[in-house]
């Protein structure tokens, strides 16, 4: 009789793994099999044990995560879908919110107009002509209620891109979700709150940078003592990209923001396995499927190797890059707008093959105006047809171990890295931003390859080539011109009504808080309570901090 085989450590890890996981998820953790009956193993890849394996490149949901955050990864469960709205008035919004989520959606994102993000109320004259015209007007407590009104906070995710303004914004959830009867420590969801990118490559901030820094890192400490399902920052990639970076730049560019706000929260006192759990990424997808796969999987491992390197993190999960992804809304075009559902199509599946936990899609006609509601619901249905018919989440990290894959990943690593060495040797991130590196590196790319679309080398499908005619299609999504006024008599109407010795009271305990080092978030959440607006919030900011001006 021959000796029993003793099995590989990957063996052994995969029997246990989804042994639990089919437990948990027996809806999703079924027998995997092609159209042609032909079984799938859960992932592929060379066992430890052989001199193919690669500890860099490892298994998924262990360290360095080359391979993914969670063992199981979309097997185990599905990304959030989610899909980014907000126009016009609360009430437009929420309607549009329950409409997603009859469709499938199982997370919401808010867009928000730029009063809100810069932090000017609708009737203030610096607000002129944009209330509602990006994404919706919220000023006040009450606005936030009619936005949520339906919207069960303690089992909907609610992600808001926000930053300038972002611990505004947290301060009325926080405050709904009080009304509502859930605890704030039961809210899940993100905040973007990522200040160094808005100076990088987004342009809405309002405050000086080492003032934003501050009220970024009240916002992390709060949240890590008070909302330990939140996420209280979202390092946003995604605008770096959109402003014209490269893969690599847009890896680098965020991480090194990422490693600006952990210095800032280990200054401030907390220990790195406090809150680096909770940090939050957030990046873009282009159409260059592999590269952009490798990206992905190059900032997983990258993070995780800073963490552990460079702040010493003992926990896990202090490691993983969890991170939502947009489809790339710098390639939607005006022309042929149909073609841009396969531009969708083609950024989302490189956002699944690439493991990220969370994906919006774009609607085609968002090169036009705001995404009309058929165009969403398209968009929620690309990644729905991934998710249940593609069977592209039946593996984990499919394309692992691809020479291809595998090459691109240590390029983009290794590049990114370069570019972090020189952030660093400038003094660190924060001094980088305020010397103007970052933004100068991203225009340069803008501008080549802006040059290239130009000149044709680099085809863009119905603008340089394939063309049909010269005109854009049409618009089909209008604003209602009544919505601006409307919106000014609102908020108005809400200051008429408050209590306005409460209000004053709350603002001038701000004031003090600002002229101190205490944490701002409970100050800030008085005055949202006490009925102060957005604007008249914002402005003891103003006054206390002055205003961002480009350096000469």
Not at 258 to 276: K, N
Request: aromatic fraction near 6%.
């Amino acid at each position: 009789m021959g000796e029993k085989r003793t099995k590989s450590r990957l063996e052994t890890w995969m029997e246990a793994t989804y042994a639990k996981a089919t437990a948990r998820h027996p809806e999703r953790l079924a027998r995997f099999v092609t159209s042609s009956g032909l079984e799938l193993a859960p992932c592929y890849a060379p066992e430890p044990s052989t001199p193919d394996f690669d500890e860099r490149v490892g298994v998924p949901g262990e360290a360095p995560f080359t391979r993914g955050v969670q063992p199981t990864m979309y097997r185990g469960r599905l990304w959030t879908m989610r899909q980014y709205a907000g126009f016009a008035t609360a009430e437009e919004s929420n309607r549009r919110y329950r409409a997603l989520l009859e469709q499938g959606t199982t997370g919401l994102s808010v867009a928000f107009d730029l009063p809100t993000q810069i932090g000017y109320d609708p009737d203030d004259a610096m607000a002129a002509g944009e209330v509602g015209r990006v994404g919706v007007s919220i000023a006040t407590l009450e606005d936030m209620e009619t936005l949520l009104d339906g919207i069960p906070l303690d089992r909907i995710s609610i992600s808001m891109t926000i930053n300038s303004t972002a611990i505004i914004l947290l301060a009325f959830l926080i405050a709904v979700a009080r009304k509502q009867g859930v605890a704030p420590a039961a809210l899940r969801g993100t905040v973007q709150n990522d200040m160094f990118k808005e100076f990088i490559a987004r342009g809405t901030q309002r405050l000086p940078v080492q003032p934003s820094l501050r009220i970024v890192t009240d916002v992390i400490e709060y949240a890590t003592r008070e909302l330990p399902e939140f996420n209280p920052v979202s390092i946003s990639g995604y605008h770096i990209r959109e402003a014209g970076s490269t893969a690599v730049e847009e890896v680098a560019f965020t991480l090194a923001d990422g490693i600006g706000y952990v210095d800032a929260a280990l200054a401030r006192g907390l220990q790195v396995d406090e809150f680096a759990p909770r940090l939050s990424f957030f990046f873009n997808a282009h159409n260059q499927l592999f590269e952009e796969v490798a990206k992905f999987r190059a900032a997983r491992r990258l993070w995780a190797s800073i963490m552990a390197e460079r702040f010493g993190a003992q926990d896990k999960r202090s490691l993983m890059l969890r991170f939502h992804t947009q489809t790339a809304g710098s390639t939607l075009q005006a022309r042929q707008v149909d073609v841009n559902v396969v531009r969708v199509t083609i950024q989302a599946l490189a956002a699944v093959l690439g493991g990220t936990q969370s994906l919006h899609t774009n609607g085609r006609d968002e090169a036009l105006n705001l995404p009309s509601e058929a165009a969403a619901v398209l968009a929620l249905r690309t990644q729905q047809v991934l998710a249940h018919e593609s069977g592209v989440t039946d593996v984990v990290d499919p394309l692992g171990g691809s020479p291809l894959v595998e090459d691109l990943t240590d390029r983009i690593e290794a590049g990114a890295r370069e570019l972090i060495e020189r952030i660093d040797a400038l003094g660190g991130t924060l001094a980088a931003v305020e010397a103007g590196f970052p933004q100068q590196r991203i225009e340069k790319s803008a501008y080549d390859a802006q040059r290239r679309i130009e000149s044709g080398e680099d085809v863009v499908v119905g603008v340089n080539r394939f063309e049909v005619g010269d005109a854009a299609d049409a618009v089909e999504f209008a604003l209602d011109p009544a919505m601006e006024p409307q919106a000014v008599a609102r908020v108005r109407a809400f200051r008429a009504r408050r209590d306005e010795d409460a209000a004053s009271a709350s603002l001038r305990a701000l004031d003090a808080a600002l002229a101190g080092t205490v944490n701002l978030m409970p100050a800030v959440l008085t005055c949202v309570e006490a009925h102060a607006t957005l604007g008249e919030i914002m402005a003891r900011f103003e006054a206390r901090y002055g205003t961002f001006l480009v350096p000469a």
